[in-house]
């Protein structure tokens, strides 16, 4: 069955399939282009973008410039395409300038993860931007409202609700609550549709999503768009380093685990859980404390970033995934959804939205 369109704030994406930002480096231009050009909606990730672009361009931009640069570079080669960025308010050292050059750049979708954006409004100001936040439960959605309409009299034009099956340091729950029943998408989903559906914001759906079919159920359900990450990370375009994807690709489910910094073993220096692939470097080598952070993009003014004042419980997030595009000499963490063990083979984006429109 086609699936419908999916216009937010003006825009119109051919069919109602939206590619997660993914950092670092991940969802970078190959990705983000291919997926504009098969009728998606692309989104980049800020995470690292100075790097990123210093790689591409071998020109040292701070972040602001570096930002606006990728986002027009996904405009000149998609001609003219809409493009969306993921910026995740936890990189507090970049967060600003991100939002910023992203708006400059001439950006139409700010999808906003990792914290509540309670500022974005304020920042972006009068540009006609698409404001995206992703949340993981209703209450959230509430206070960004709140706090959006009250302060700077704006609405989000969509939500991402996020369940917890993704990947990433946005499990949206607490370590132990990842598994409960209250939290799955399908019940989290509900009641954020019912206040979305109040205030006319639309709502896309990301988490544990595979099929077509998943698509279609979605759709029925009410939901206005769906979210893909862990389906395109093995793709030909997508940014994870040639190790990454194989390991992706055999991984399987038992290959899968929650790193948490208060296990027997390191997670992130984000304090975050992260759904990672066991076999990553950055969490089983025995010299994962050598990768110490020297990047900074996480770090809080008035704190060290606590790879470099816990190494032991925690590897650094920084190098750990640049180095999973294949990048630095930091060891890799390599991070999926619990979908990554039905991910057999390295495909192309073309074949996996041919997969995702139900045309083969
Ligand atoms: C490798 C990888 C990196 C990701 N990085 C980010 C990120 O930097 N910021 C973010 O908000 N979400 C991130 N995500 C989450 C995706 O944007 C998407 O919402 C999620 O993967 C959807 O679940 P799925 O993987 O089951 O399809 C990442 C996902 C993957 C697989």
Request: glycine share 12%; hydrophobic share 40%.
């Given at each position: ?7 937010i704030?003006g825009?119109e994406?051919?069919?109602s399939?939206?590619?997660?930002g ?10 983000v ?6 009728g998606g ?8 973008i100075?790097?990123l ?21 996904v ?19 970049d ?12 950006v139409?979708f ?22 995206i ?18 302060r700077?009299?704006?609405?989000p034009?969509?939500v991402?609700?996020e369940?917890p ?8 729950v ?11 998408l399908?019940?989290?989903?509900p ?29 029925a359900?009410?939901a ?6 862990t389906?395109?990370?093995?793709t030909?375009?997508?940014?994870a380093?040639p ?11 038992e ?7 208060t ?29 110490i952070?020297?990047?900074g ?13 816990d190494?032991e419980?925690?590897?650094?997030i ?9 990048y630095?000499?930091g ?7 619990t ?9 192309t984006v ?11």
């Amino acid at each position: 069955m086609p699936l419908p369109k999916l216009t937010i704030r003006g825009r119109e994406i051919a069919t109602s399939i939206v590619q997660g930002g993914m950092g670092v480096g991940v969802s970078w231009l190959d990705l983000v282009v291919a997926v504009i050009m098969e009728g998606g909606l692309g989104t980049l990730s800020s995470a690292a973008i100075d790097r990123l672009v210093y790689f591409e361009t071998g020109k040292k931009m701070p972040t602001r410039e570096a930002t606006c640069w990728a986002v027009k570079e996904v405009k000149r080669r998609t001609g003219g395409g809409y493009v969306g960025i993921n910026i995740m308010q936890a990189l507090v050292r970049d967060y600003v300038d991100s939002v910023l050059g992203a708006v400059d750049g001439g950006v139409d979708f700010i999808m906003a993860s990792a914290g509540l954006h309670l500022r974005l409004p304020e920042i972006v100001g009068n540009k006609d931007v698409a404001l995206i936040p992703i949340v993981s439960s209703d209450r959230a959605l509430k206070i960004i409202c709140g706090r959006w309409k009250s302060r700077h009299n704006r609405l989000p034009d969509a939500v991402i609700l996020e369940g917890p099956q993704s990947a990433g340091g946005h499990l949206g729950v607490k370590i132990g609550e990842i598994d409960l029943e209250e939290n799955k998408l399908e019940n989290l989903f509900p009641p954020i549709k019912q206040y979305a559906n109040f205030l006319g914001i639309l709502v896309i759906v990301a988490g544990g999503l595979f099929y077509h079919t998943d698509i279609l159920r979605w759709h029925a359900l009410g939901a206005d768009g769906a979210q893909f990450g862990t389906r395109l990370l093995a793709t030909k375009e997508s940014g994870a380093s040639p190790l990454f994807k194989q390991e992706l690709v055999k991984c399987g489910a038992e290959g899968i685990i929650v790193a948490y910094p208060t296990q027997n073993y390191p997670g992130s220096s984000s304090g975050l859980p992260f759904r990672v692939i066991k076999s990553s470097p950055a969490f089983t080598h025995n010299q994962w404390r050598k990768n110490i952070c020297d990047k900074g993009y996480i770090k809080p003014k008035d704190r060290d970033c606590p790879a470099k004042s816990d190494p032991e419980r925690h590897f650094c997030i920084c190098n750990s995934l640049l180095a999973a595009i294949g990048y630095g000499d930091g060891l890799p963490l390599f991070t999926t959804g619990t979908n990554g063990a039905l991910i057999k083979e390295i495909s192309t984006v073309a074949r996996v939205m041919k997969e995702l429109r139900g045309e083969i």
